[in-house]
């Protein structure tokens, strides 16, 4: 794995934090894999891509903050995924 690309392994630190089954946010997963919110943006949106995970959108208004934030959660082929990596 030492020849994948940076972003290659932030991709599957995050997939990594999701397998624990848990809803996650953005700057949560950021903390977890130590990398800018952004950066776990980006990551995330082409995860969606390949239905590896999930995102859902709260807006400003269905929020209890009044903030709009993202909910990210695996899919079973993103389980089946890092299940494969750890073989």
Known sequence: MEDLL???RKKIEILKA???RKVHTYYNLSKITRTNFNTVKKNCKFLELLNLIEILEVSRE???SGVASYRVRIT????????KLRE
């Open 6 to 8: 940076v972003s290659d």
């Open 18 to 20: 999701l397998s624990d």
């Open 62 to 64: 269905e929020s209890a």
């Open 76 to 83: 079973e082929k993103g389980l089946k995924f890092i299940d």
